[in-house]
């Protein structure tokens, strides 16, 4: 099992960028892949990107593609989404999650959160008009 701990949440205005970082411990995400998922008041949990810990290989929703950014530090453990061009309707609460396997070839993630073994408490990014 490993735990997760998201951070760098906050109110930005519509414009606005945030990078959210995603802080691993209790083992390494080898062959691992993280999703980024959000959850607006009243919406169910949505898939937003994820990467491949094992080649760094990433997938964006069509909402997120040029927008958002996910990268990896391996010696920290830790994923970042880097946020740019912020719309208020990213607020929302940001996850990351952990799919403890990968698979090979063309990197395309599982958008469901039951396909996600562990979660982190989640950080909140809220963006005014």
């Known amino acids: 099992q490993v735990q997760l701990v998201e951070s760098g949440g906050g109110l930005v205005q519509a414009g606005g960028s945030l990078r959210l970082s995603c802080a691993g411990s209790?083992?390494?995400?080898?062959?691992?892949?993280l999703g980024w998922f959000r959850q607006a008041p009243g919406n169910e949990r949505e898939f937003v990107a994820a990467?491949?810990?094992?080649?760094?290989?990433?997938y964006y929703v069509d909402s997120a593609k040029g927008r958002f950014t996910v990268s990896r530090d391996r010696d920290k453990n830790t994923m970042y989404l880097q946020m740019s061009s912020l719309k208020p309707e990213d607020t929302a609460i940001y996850y990351c999650?952990?799919?403890?396997?990968?698979?090979?070839?063309?990197?395309?993630?599982?958008?469901?959160?039951?396909?996600?073994?562990?979660w982190g408490q989640g950080t909140q990014v809220t963006v005014s008009s």
């Open positions: 990467l491949r810990w094992s080649d760094g290989s990433t």
């Open positions: 999650a952990v799919q403890p396997y990968e698979s090979r070839g063309i990197f395309r993630p599982p958008a469901g959160a039951q396909f996600y073994a562990d």
């Open positions: 209790g083992r390494t995400f080898t062959y691992s892949v």
